[in-house]
C-alpha cells in the first residue's frame, strides 16, 4: 500500500487548493480514506472523511463549508478541496486509509496507512 499526497504551496487568505492522494497497490474503492493535518507543534488532527460504496462524507467543524473530500475510484486517488483558506489552515495535510470504517474515525489510531504529506501554508 502506498499513498502519494501532492497539490500543497503557499497561498493567500481566501484562496483555494487541491490536494490528491494517489493511491498503488491496492484498489482505492476498497478502502475509506481520510485527510489529516498536523500543524508545527501540534498534535496531527481529523480534516475529513469519505466512505466507499455510500460516498458519506465527514468533516471537522473548523473546515465545513470551506473543504470538500472526494473520490475517484477509476484513478485511485482522493482529492481534498480547500476554499476559504485561512492562515490557521497552515500545517503539513497527510492522506490516510483504512479496509474497514471506524466509527472513531477522528482519531489518527484509527487508520492503518499514511501518504507523507504534503505542505499548505496559507500567508500574505
Known amino acids: 500500500v502506498q499513498l502519494q499526497a501532492s497539490g500543497g504551496g503557499l497561498v493567500q487568505p481566501g484562496g483555494s487548493l487541491t490536494l490528491s492522494c494517489a493511491a498503488s497497490?491496492?484498489?482505492?474503492?476498497?478502502?475509506?480514506m481520510a485527510w489529516f493535518s498536523q500543524a508545527p507543534g501540534k498534535e496531527r488532527e481529523f480534516v475529513a472523511a469519505?466512505?466507499?460504496?455510500?460516498?458519506?462524507?465527514y468533516y471537522a467543524d473548523s473546515v465545513k463549508g470551506r473543504f470538500t473530500i472526494s473520490r475517484d475510484d477509476a484513478k485511485n486517488t482522493v482529492y481534498l478541496q480547500m476554499n476559504s483558506l485561512k492562515p490557521e489552515d497552515t500545517a503539513v495535510y497527510y492522506c490516510a486509509v483504512d479496509r474497514i470504517w471506524n466509527v472513531s474515525y477522528k482519531r489518527v489510531s484509527s487508520w492503518d496507512y499514511w501518504g507523507q504529506g504534503t505542505q499548505v501554508t496559507v500567508s500574505s
Open positions: 469519505i466512505r466507499r460504496w455510500n460516498g458519506f462524507t
Open positions: 497497490g491496492f484498489f482505492l474503492s476498497e478502502y475509506v
